[in-house]
């Protein structure tokens, strides 16, 4: 059981450059995240999944697009990047812990550069 | 909208020292809340939860109270380890449970 894996680990690239960050997670959970941390900030989430096949926006979505084509993969695409989204990402998933309260499993984090 | 606000660090103490880490928190309603750590290199763990007032949550020798009076969280630990070095992270969720708020961390040093 990997629990959530991110692809890649570091990556640097050039402005105007396009890239995806591949998430996976095995334990058959609904819900899946993408967020950006930067320092002092904590985390901030850029996207959400409630399902195979659903995408939503989350507080800074601008500059990012995602997609959920299978239960256990949720990929974050960058267009054209900029040197604002130097930052490292983190992918969840979750599962409901109760009736009202999910625990999110967090993955190792994708550290990218933007020069 | 909601918010956490904690206690901005580095916080360094020396090993069997006394911790705690302040976390408030401006919600509707009565959210659940957590406590999650980062360790170095590391992607974020849930380390407590309580989901109502009055609630303690505890974990490897943290613990933290729900106080729905003063809208707080704060994390305690009795003897920190030098293993404890990490940052911590104050949350809470939304009213449909599936959603986070997240503080801006606390890094936390702990020195032989």
């Known amino acids: 059981n990997a629990g959530v894996t991110q692809t890649p680990k570091f990556r640097v690239l050039k402005t105007g450059q396009s890239m995806t960050l591949l998430c996976a997670q095995d334990?058959?959970?609904?819900?899946m995240y993408w967020y950006r941390q930067d320092p002092g900030m904590g985390l901030r989430l850029i996207h959400y999944?409630?399902?195979?096949?659903?995408?939503a926006k989350g507080e800074v979505p601008d500059g990012y697009n995602v997609s959920r084509l299978k239960k256990q993969n949720f990929l974050l695409g960058l267009e054209s990047a900029a040197p604002s989204q130097t930052s490292v990402y983190f992918c969840?998933?979750?599962?409901?812990?109760?009736?009202?309260?999910?625990?999110?499993?967090f993955g190792p984090g994708t550290r990218l550069t933007v020069t | 909208g909601d918010s956490v606000t904690q206690m901005e660090g580095p916080v360094t103490l020396s090993e069997e020292a006394f911790l705690t880490i302040n976390c408030t928190y401006t919600?509707?309603?009565?959210?659940?809340l957590f406590w999650y750590v980062q360790y170095p290199g590391e992607g974020l763990q849930l380390l407590l939860k309580?989901?109502?007032?009055?609630d303690k949550g505890s974990n490897k020798g943290f613990e933290a109270t729900y106080r729905k009076e003063t809208t707080s969280f704060h994390l305690e630990k009795g003897s920190v380890q030098v293993s404890d070095s990490a940052v911590y992270f104050c949350?809470?969720?939304?009213?449909?449970?599936?959603?986070?708020?997240f503080g801006g961390g606390t890094r936390l040093m702990v020195k032989p």
């Open positions: 334990m058959n959970h609904e819900y």
């Open positions: 969840a998933s979750s599962y409901p812990m109760d009736r009202f309260t999910y625990e999110q499993y």
């Open positions: 949350a809470l969720s939304d009213l449909a449970g599936n959603m986070l708020t």
């Open positions: 999944s409630v399902g195979e096949g659903t995408t």
């Open positions: 309580a989901t109502k007032a009055d």
């Open positions: 919600a509707t309603g009565y959210p659940s």
